[in-house]
């Protein structure tokens, strides 16, 4: 049985073509980078199974987080955006607190409107 993905994946780019949340992925070892891509996957195969099991989270307008809980009460968070049928990843980071630091979401909120400003 060949399943369609629900979302495309597309991971935000800089003017320079940088992806910083592919770049982050690849500084942890290859099989957390595995575990991580997983939940990934789970969520752009079947959003509304992602959503019934807590695996993403809505941060604002236009702005959702996947759970990755990791070792020593650290948990990886890779925020993202969507638009139509396609899941842009705009910043990764390890969450050590309840709340998301300032910076983090205030990063992501820059990369999706200049990602959404390039869409235009």
Request: aromatic share 10%; hydrophobic share 40%.
């Amino acid at each position: 049985m060949n399943v369609q993905p629900k979302l495309q994946v597309v991971f935000f780019r800089t003017e320079t073509g940088r992806e910083p949340v592919r770049e982050w992925l690849e500084k942890f070892g290859e099989a957390d980078e595995q575990r991580i891509y997983a939940v990934i996957r789970a969520v752009w195969m079947d959003w509304e199974a992602a959503l019934r099991k807590q695996r993403v989270k809505k941060l604002a307008e236009d702005l959702w987080e996947i759970l990755r809980p990791m070792r020593k009460n650290r948990t990886v968070r890779v925020i993202f955006t969507r638009e139509n049928d396609k899941m842009v990843l705009l910043h990764g980071f390890i969450k050590k607190s309840q709340r998301i630091p300032r910076k983090d979401l205030e990063l992501a909120r820059t990369r999706k409107d200049q990602w959404k400003g390039r869409r235009k």
